[in-house]
């Protein structure tokens, strides 16, 4: 079974720009996850797909992050534009049913700098 | 606020001897507590998990304990091997307006010495 597909797997860029991950989940699995994970911390969830429809984004900075996920599978995130604190990890993680959380399957993340 | 406290950054093991990695919380609405392992450049691995109303969960080498009056948790991992040397990451599960969140912790690096 292939896994949670992400890319780029790195990415720096300067401040002010923008950029956009793609996530590619488990075929199958209808829920899907975006984390953020700043060094020295855990990971934080920013967005939650439930299929297509968004199930929580309260953690999303929405007046600079964006992200959808069209046809219920594939999904991008985009950062416009970009802060120095936005340098992070962000990893995408996808379950077959949201109420099983030790059912989430984790991308090797892309690694975003901000200069 | 920090809801799931990992307070120790790092931990180092003999080979054969016994891990201990705690973890502290602080919301008694989490229901479900689960360690995820990291290794570099990868994503988190889900590891074990244990239910608010279990005291003790074990799968084969490691083992989950919970205090749920101490809001505390720890993971054992008897015998630690040099494979296991990893980012250890404790995460709580809450469930708000109908969907179930992680809450994770900032981790601890284990390394095991052969």
């Known amino acids: 079974e292939a896994g949670v597909a992400q890319s780029p797997r790195y990415k720096i860029i300067e401040k002010r720009q923008s950029v956009a991950f793609w996530c590619n989940p488990i075929?199958?699995?209808?829920?899907l996850y975006w984390y953020q994970q700043i060094l020295g911390q855990g990971p934080k969830l920013l967005i939650q797909?439930?299929?297509?429809?968004?199930?929580?984004d309260s953690q999303l900075p929405k007046d600079r992050f964006s992200a959808e996920r069209l046809k219920g599978v594939d999904s991008t995130l985009k950062i416009q534009p970009a802060k120095l604190e936005d340098s992070a990890v962000y990893l995408c993680?996808?379950?077959?049913?949201?109420?099983?959380?030790?059912?989430?399957?984790f991308g090797p993340g892309t690694r975003l700098t901000v200069l | 606020d920090q809801q799931v406290k990992q307070n120790s950054p790092s931990l180092s093991v003999q080979e054969g001897r016994i891990s201990i990695l705690n973890c502290d919380y602080t919301?008694?609405?989490?229901?479900?507590f689960l360690w995820y392992k990291k290794y570099p450049a990868e994503g988190p691995t889900f590891l074990i998990s244990?239910?608010?109303?279990?005291d003790k969960n074990e799968d084969g080498r490691f083992t989950v304990f919970l205090n749920k009056s101490a809001k505390h948790l720890s993971l054992h991992i008897v015998p630690s091997q040099p494979g296991d040397s990893a980012v250890y990451f404790c995460?709580?599960?809450?469930?708000?307006?109908?969907?179930?969140?992680?809450?994770f912790g900032k981790g601890t690096k284990l390394t095991v010495n052969p």
């Open positions: 993680a996808s379950s077959v049913l949201s109420s099983r959380a030790d059912t989430q399957y």
């Open positions: 075929s199958g699995h209808a829920t």
């Open positions: 797909f439930q299929n297509n429809g968004v199930v929580d």
């Open positions: 919301n008694s609405m989490f229901d479900y």
């Open positions: 244990i239910s608010s109303i279990k």
């Open positions: 995460a709580a599960r809450r469930s708000q307006g109908g969907s179930e969140k992680l809450v």
